[in-house]
């Protein structure tokens, strides 16, 4: 018997909420006890911004982790750091969000689209080489969802023609690449900490780093330009106040307690969902290789086939599939090259050559995951039970049979 759909009054298949942050005393306690403190500020007073630095660097087995106030001024670091110059070119995937893109554009320097892989919708080292030029300077490798860039690859193409590797990890706190946590393989690795993040506190980024040199360069440019054993009047780098205060350190330090088990937690049930979801006819759960030891799910992406649906298009079978309880999204509308920032070039830099033109730019892969195959389930639905896994499956075909 076809069960009567959510949106047209019927039961959800899904009758549960999902909270997203996840809080308890300690951290409420954590916070009011620097607040009575006074020591607001970074870095005159307090510890605590240092102490999460010091935590998260170890937890990615990486050097040095420097925090700023969100992951697009850390990206911003990060360029800088490398070293690009105005009109140098950055290699970024079209399929991410849009500071990725608008960080290069920040530098004085180009952007350059490069196609995603339709089995994992990360940048397709393949078509990379293609797009290298003699003004290419860095990648930026974005781990979309979660799911680890192919960075042996892109290390490989990288060593070759001498470019920096900054890797966009915004989704992928504590997830792996054959055992080591992402951001710690290329030259940098940036992450945010917005409130929809896996690691939060509400807003809030951080870089990291194994070089001594680009570690010195980044902690400088987020504390004005200053640097170490500089005095406080003696500005050196084009930095600015990109500080974070002591409460959200504070908070992160508590988060950051909660981040293995999650991470976990979403790993399996992001397996678990791949092997329910690869049973309906019409849904196709992203590939996930051998070497993705750990995947955070930021979000759980699937493909979807709209002529086992009846034809109902992606955005309605989204809508459908939300008011079925699914915590999902109907994904990005379009590439970033469609953004009116890029068709129109209404940038503030006048390094970028005339010749640079968006709207010849065509990465079809990514055309077709916004237009009509990517759907997402969002991280804070991943970190139900197993039980909710069948529920989600349900849902999708508690739809189908209605639709066909
Ligand atoms: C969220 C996000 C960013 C930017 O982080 P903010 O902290 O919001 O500035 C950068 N890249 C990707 C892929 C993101 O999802």
Same mark, same amino acid.
């Given at each position: 018997?076809?069960?009567?759909?959510?949106?047209?009054?019927?039961?959800?298949?899904?009758?549960?909420?999902?909270?997203?942050?996840?809080?308890?005393?300690?951290?409420?306690?954590?916070?009011?006890?620097?607040?009575?403190?006074? =020591?607001?500020?970074?870095?005159?007073?307090?510890?605590?911004?240092?102490?999460?630095?010091?935590?998260?660097?170890?937890?990615?087995?990486? =050097?040095?982790?420097?925090?700023?106030?969100?992951?697009?001024?850390?990206?911003?670091?990060?360029?800088?750091?490398?070293?690009?110059?105005?009109?140098?070119?950055?290699?970024?995937?079209?399929?991410?969000?849009?500071?990725?893109?608008?960080?290069?554009?920040?530098?004085?320097?180009?952007?350059?689209?490069?196609?995603?892989?339709?089995?994992?919708?990360?940048?397709?080292?393949?078509?990379?080489?293609?797009?290298?030029?003699?003004?290419?300077?860095?990648?930026?490798?974005?781990?979309?969802?979660?799911?680890?860039?192919?960075?042996?690859?892109?290390?490989?193409?990288?060593?070759?023609?001498?470019?920096?590797?900054?890797?966009?990890?915004?989704?992928?706190?504590?997830?792996?690449?054959?055992?080591?946590?992402?951001?710690?393989?290329?030259?940098?690795?940036? /992450?945010? /900490?917005?409130?929809?993040?896996?690691?939060?506190?509400?807003?809030?980024?951080?870089?990291?780093?194994?070089?001594?040199?680009?570690?010195?360069?980044?902690?400088?440019?987020?504390?004005?330009?200053?640097?170490?054993?500089?005095?406080?009047?003696?500005?050196?780098?084009?930095?600015?106040?990109?500080?974070? &205060?002591?409460?959200?350190?504070?908070?992160?330090?508590?988060?950051?307690?909660?981040?293995?088990?999650?991470?976990?937690?979403?790993?399996?049930?992001?397996?678990?969902?791949?092997?329910?979801?690869?049973?309906?006819?019409?849904?196709?759960?992203?590939?996930?290789?051998?070497?993705?030891?750990?995947?955070?799910?930021?979000?759980?992406?699937?493909?979807?086939?709209?002529?086992? /649906?009846?034809?109902?298009?992606?955005?309605?079978?989204?809508?459908?599939?939300?008011?079925?309880?699914?915590?999902?999204?109907?994904?990005?509308?379009?590439?970033?090259?469609?953004?009116?920032?890029?068709?129109?070039?209404?940038?503030?830099?006048?390094?970028?050559?005339?010749?640079?033109?968006? &709207?010849?730019?065509?990465?079809?892969?990514?055309?077709?995951?916004?237009?009509?195959?990517?759907?997402?389930?969002?991280?804070?639905?991943?970190?139900?039970?197993?039980?909710?896994?069948?529920?989600?499956?349900?849902?999708?075909? =508690?739809?189908?049979?209605?639709?066909?």
């Amino acid at each position: 018997m076809i069960q009567k759909l959510a949106i047209n009054g019927g039961e959800k298949s899904v009758n549960k909420s999902f909270p997203w942050p996840i809080h308890e005393e300690t951290e409420a306690d954590a916070v009011a006890e620097i607040v009575r403190s006074g =020591k607001w500020g970074n870095p005159d007073c307090g510890d605590e911004v240092e102490k999460f630095e010091k935590e998260f660097a170890a937890f990615c087995g990486s =050097k040095y982790a420097i925090t700023c106030v969100n992951g697009s001024v850390s990206l911003r670091l990060a360029l800088i750091a490398c070293g690009v110059k105005p009109g140098d070119e950055v290699i970024v995937p079209p399929y991410t969000f849009i500071t990725t893109a608008s960080s290069v554009i920040e530098c004085n320097c180009v952007p350059v689209f490069v196609d995603i892989d339709p089995e994992t919708y990360n940048i397709d080292p393949k078509a990379i080489e293609a797009a290298i030029t003699v003004r290419t300077k860095a990648i930026i490798p974005v781990h979309f969802g979660g799911l680890a860039c192919d960075m042996d690859a892109i290390l490989d193409i990288a060593k070759r023609y001498n470019l920096r590797v900054i890797e966009d990890a915004a989704h992928a706190h504590g997830a792996e690449y054959k055992g080591k946590k992402l951001g710690s393989i290329g030259d940098v690795g940036s /992450f945010s /900490f917005q409130s929809s993040k896996n690691l939060t506190a509400g807003e809030g980024g951080v870089v990291i780093t194994d070089d001594d040199e680009l570690y010195a360069m980044m902690r400088s440019l987020r504390n004005v330009g200053r640097i170490e054993g500089g005095q406080w009047y003696d500005h050196y780098n084009p930095g600015c106040n990109y500080r974070i &205060t002591q409460m959200q350190a504070v908070l992160l330090s508590c988060q950051l307690k909660r981040l293995a088990e999650q991470t976990k937690r979403r790993n399996e049930n992001g397996l678990y969902l791949n092997t329910l979801l690869a049973e309906i006819d019409g849904i196709m759960p992203l590939k996930r290789g051998e070497e993705i030891t750990m995947h955070s799910y930021h979000i759980y992406i699937f493909k979807y086939d709209a002529s086992k /649906f009846g034809d109902l298009t992606k955005d309605q079978f989204a809508e459908l599939l939300a008011a079925e309880g699914v915590p999902c999204f109907k994904g990005y509308p379009h590439p970033l090259y469609k953004q009116p920032l890029f068709q129109n070039k209404n940038f503030m830099c006048y390094a970028i050559p005339e010749t640079v033109d968006y &709207t010849s730019v065509n990465c079809p892969v990514a055309e077709q995951a916004c237009a009509t195959d990517a759907v997402w389930i969002l991280q804070h639905a991943m970190l139900g039970e197993p039980g909710d896994m069948v529920a989600f499956a349900g849902a999708i075909r =508690k739809i189908q049979e209605a639709s066909i």
